[in-house]
């Protein structure tokens, strides 16, 4: 088998999905507490009435920065890009992706998107028109200088990140699985993550041409948006909410995902309603592209518009639902042990469901109009995004800790650092109801005293303080845990999938050898496990000659061929490293370095295709 | 007497009516507090005043009774599973790989599927059915009146079409009146919102979009943009003056008049500073020579109780440090800090005050 390189030289090369997992959740937990320490900011702002930590110009670039970083750099890189390119081929017994250095360059890509976006805020030019961005405020009329061409261009590099990204889990997800893990015996994770990629791969170029529409506009002269010249400022809202709607599934069907691996792991039982949850995940986003224009309630679209995506809307209540029910009752005929990971999913679904529910109301067109851009809807979507994305990551965390570390993390902090998390997002979020209906809108830098909003406010600047408080609890627990806890051994948890049957943390090869299947809870079925003991023993279904991946057919998950993969390589960082230079180049319309670029990533591309000398067969 | 309830600042009367009516309706601004106390403030979805927003509350409540009951029962699940832990499935055998899976069905698709369908579908037609029959557009041939609506970078137009009536930030109608609200912008989009009399409205570059504004009782409402515009987003908020029918026609009439000219010769005197100045590059006074058009018509500024979208009272120590020192009041709204005299400035909010 073969062996990672060493030192930083195999890091920045590496293709190894897990290293590059690793990579991403670092990132991403860089970018989180930029994020978090935004919205600390803007709460302890708006703790008490007229207060000015920060003026209104920094505010904007704030709340904005908020959103971007926790949507784009946060929750999708953090789902995907960590729990998904880890675990992922783990879970379908594989020993890589299907593209190892296409994922290594959406990672290059994603580190210099972050890096990218987050220069606008230290040279003080962020961009400022909220990360809806709505035309004609991000027009270069009423929004000169760079802070808007920031925007355009960061997301549109973020977004090759995930698409790439996306493109690969899909192929891994359909091509790569152990033969024998047909479609209907693959783990609900994957589902999950087969949803959540095909929804980035077709909601994506909605917000890339927007956003390409928006720096032709500004930068260019073109008038997509310009409604004296024949544009239109609706057009900007229908093509980023095509994105941003599905958006919201691809953020919490991962999360979905995490949480019906750990449910099994913690009850002993398999998940309720196996095929009904599986199809629903799929299901979710797939009708979550048709309700894109429930957030244009407010625009003064015709009613009977209006109506057709409030139907829609309704519609996309029922998957939910089912899943929501399937967990519960696999808690209640499972044997729950009410560890931190478990914990946090049962919080992740109170959180859930109180967010879902305020959802619902939303389909009553009135009601939406009359809320719609208050505080009522920020506590919605957080208690969907903190409640339902974040919970069932930082119980991931928890859960695969032991199989990425091979140690064991302290269970006393862990319950502390939850309950800290829970009352306090509560706190923060509750409030945010009542004061949304009390008539407080959205993205004010302050308000006045005497319209009833200060103890609310003040409530939720608390709760922010106290969720603080509860990550730093779970972060700590983990680095000190890292250094000082249990061994953990391949499977401390009795879990029910692949990854539980290999050591801690798993070799660079994943599985010795490729393993059998023959239900989505793999690791439960013991003669399949004896039989791969049997199987390495004997020298059989061992595959040592060099990289080698066994591929299996799309739904059966039949035996098809063996490929050999690519080892460490120089041209994802080197490629990720050219288009960073294409994209300050485009910043700066320096257009004729911008051609010079193109022509080095050309050359870049022609490296890529070279033949490769293949490392180590150790 | 003076309340302060839902207002961005202390001591502020919301009465300015003509001298005889003053007593009387500071009498009875005294006694709006009371009435609201409990209610929420003054900018409150849960405190309507007409029927369209009294619908909007009264479904909100029952949502949230049923809401609720639903978060109580997934609860109720998670602790009954807190309860079981230790048991598997219902009586069954503890060995079986799917304990309870039948019933686990049932409940499955009987909660997760079919009794979501029939809340969603009550939800649905009640909501998109029933109540938004009296929340959209009105049909212009049931409304009364026309007012227009249109905002700015970072202040509300109200102009009433066949008067020559404009104002800013304070808008006046009639009690018990359908008024026909048309919601433009000059710029950015915007969104009119008075929660207490109507659910929202956007305004849209090169699009008219129109919203019912009834109230069902003379009273001060207040609202405020809903959609991020920039920089003073914050600071655009508006005041809805409910007044009886023959109050309204009256001061639309003084509003629809051109500016008083001046009296005093301190008041002459701001006046040519006004018009020599650069105020008149920006701001309207119908009447006179100025005719900018940035900032708001200020032919009746002395009508109005607030300054800078509900930012500050209007009341003459305040005017004369909005004039030399907005920034700092309304840091990167559109009028540049003047630098003006003492004896300047004081003819200049002599003069203003005079606009009634």
């Known amino acids: ?618 | 007497m003076r309340h302060t309830q839902g207002y961005p600042f202390p001591g502020l009367s919301t009465s300015r009516g003509t001298k005889p009516r003053r007593r009387i309706a500071a009498a009875a601004s005294a006694l709006l507090p009371l009435t609201l106390a409990g209610c929420g403030g003054r900018q409150s979805v849960l405190n309507p005043h007409s029927h369209p927003a009294g619908d909007i509350t009264n479904l909100f409540w029952v949502m949230m009774a049923v809401a609720f009951g639903g978060l109580a029962l997934i609860t109720g699940l998670l602790v009954l599973a807190w309860f079981r832990r230790g048991r598997r499935g219902f009586g069954a055998d503890a060995d079986d790989p799917h304990p309870g899976e039948r019933q686990g069905w049932w409940v499955v698709v009987g909660m997760g599927v079919v009794f979501p369908l029939m809340v969603v579908t009550a939800l649905f037609i009640v909501g998109n059915g029933v109540i938004i029959g009296v929340t959209q557009a009105p049909a212009a041939s049931s409304t009364a009146m026309t007012v227009d609506a249109i905002g700015h970078q970072w202040y509300w137009e109200f102009r009433y079409p066949g008067t020559k009536a404009v104002t800013a930030d304070e808008l006046h109608i009639p009690v018990r009146t359908r008024v026909n609200l048309v919601a433009t912008t000059a710029d950015v989009i915007h969104s009119f919102w008075v929660p207490e009399l109507n659910r929202k409205i956007d305004t849209i570059p090169g699009r008219r979009n129109r919203i019912l504004l009834y109230a069902n009782r003379p009273g001060v409402y207040r609202g405020q943009c809903a959609e991020y515009c920039g920089l003073q987003h914050t600071h655009m908020g508006m005041l809805v003056f409910v007044q009886t029918r023959a109050a309204f026609h009256a001061w639309l009439r003084g509003q629809a008049a051109p500016a008083a000219a001046p009296t005093t010769a301190l008041e002459r005197r701001g006046e040519q500073v006004f018009l020599s100045g650069p105020c008149s590059s920006c701001h309207t006074i119908r009447g006179t020579s100025a005719r900018g058009f940035v900032g708001p018509d200020l032919t009746h500024l002395a009508s109005r109780t607030t300054l800078g979208g509900l930012t500050i009272p209007n009341r003459r120590n305040y005017l004369a440090r909005w004039i030399v020192d907005s920034q700092h009041l309304k840091p990167g709204n559109q009028m540049p800090n003047l630098e003006l005299g003492r004896a300047q400035l004081r003819a200049l909010v002599a003069y203003l005050e005079s606009l009634k």
């Open chain 1, 1 to 618: 088998m073969w062996q990672s390189r060493p030192g930083v030289l195999g890091w920045l090369m590496t293709t190894d999905h897990k290293r590059i997992g690793l990579l991403y959740f670092w990132t991403t937990l860089v970018l989180f507490a930029a994020g978090g320490a935004e919205a600390l900011i803007m709460r302890t702002q708006l703790m008490q009435p007229n207060q000015h930590v920060v003026g209104p110009s920094v505010y904007d670039q704030l709340f904005t920065m908020h959103g971007i970083t926790m949507i784009f750099f946060f929750i999708i890189p953090m789902t995907t890009g960590a729990f998904g390119n880890y675990l992922l081929p783990l879970m379908i017994g594989a020993r890589d992706m299907a593209f190892p250095r296409l994922n290594a360059l959406s990672y290059w890509i994603f580190l210099g998107s972050g890096i990218f976006i987050y220069t606008s805020l230290f040279i003080g030019m962020a961009p400022n028109a909220g990360w809806f961005d709505y035309v004609p405020l991000a027009n270069a009329k009423f929004d000169p200088g760079h802070a808007i061409d920031f925007y355009c261009l960061g997301i549109i590099f973020n977004g090759i990140s995930s698409t790439l990204t996306a493109a690969n889990f899909i192929v891994t997800i359909l091509k790569m699985r152990a033969p024998g893990m047909s479609f209907n015996r693959m783990p609900l994770f994957c589902f999950a993550f087969l949803a959540a990629s095909w929804g980035l791969l077709f909601a994506l170029p909605s917000l890339t041409a927007d956003t390409i529409f928006l720096f032709l506009d500004r930068n260019v002269g073109t008038h997509f948006f310009d409604v004296a010249r024949g544009g239109s400022a609706m057009l900007w809202q229908h093509l980023f909410w095509i994105f941003g709607h599905p958006e919201v599934y691809i953020l919490i069907v991962p999360a979905f995902g995490i949480a019906t691996e750990i449910i099994p792991a913690f009850t002993q039982r398999r998940v309720v309603a196996f095929p009904l949850v599986a199809v629903a995940e799929l299901l979710v986003v797939f009708i979550g592209f048709g309700v894109w224009a429930h957030h244009m309630f407010a625009t003064g679209m015709p009613t009977i518009t209006v109506i057709f995506f409030a139907a829609a809307t309704a519609i996309v209540v029922i998957p939910s639902t089912i899943q929501v029910f399937a967990w519960c009752m696999t808690f209640i005929t499972g044997n729950a042990r009410f560890k931190t990971p478990l914990l946090f999913i049962a919080g992740f679904i109170f959180m859930f469901v109180a967010g879902g529910l305020t959802g619902i109301m939303f389909l009553a067109v009135p009601f939406d109009q009359q809320v719609t851009d208050t505080y009522f809807v920020i506590a919605h979507f957080h208690y969907i995004i903190f409640g339902a994305a974040v919970f069932p990551i930082f119980g991931g965390m928890y859960f695969w800790f032991p199989k990425v570390t091979g140690k064991l993390y302290f269970e006393l902090p862990g319950q502390i650092s939850f309950w800290l998390i829970f009352i306090g997002t509560n706190l923060l979020f509750f409030p945010m109801h009542i004061v949304g209906l009390e008539g407080m809108p959205r993205r004010n830098y302050t308000y006045p005293a005497g319209l009833g909003w200060g103890p609310a406010n003040l409530a939720e600047t608390i709760g922010s303080y106290i969720t603080t408080v509860g990550i730093v609890v779970l972060m700590a627990n983990l680095v000190v845990s890292y250094f000082r806890g249990l061994p953990a051994g391949p499977d401390p948890w009795h879990g029910a999938t692949l990854e539980w049957t290999i050591p801690s943390p798993p070799p660079e090869y994943n599985f010795a050898v490729i393993p059998k299947v023959s239900s989505a809870y793999a690791n439960w079925d013991y003669a399949d496990r004896e039989e791969d003991r049997r199987k390495l023993a004997a020298g059989v279904m061992v595959l040592e000659q060099g990289h080698e991946q066994p591929v299996s057919s799309p739904v059966d998950g039949w035996w098809a061929e063996i490929v050999e993969m690519p080892h460490d390589s120089p041209w994802p960082i080197l490629l990720g490293l050219a288009l960073a230079v294409v994209f300050v180049l485009l910043l700066l319309h320096l257009w004729m370095g911008f051609c010079f670029a193109v022509a080095g990533i050309l050359l870049v591309l022609l490296g890529w295709h070279g033949e490769e000398p293949q490392e180590s067969e150790a």
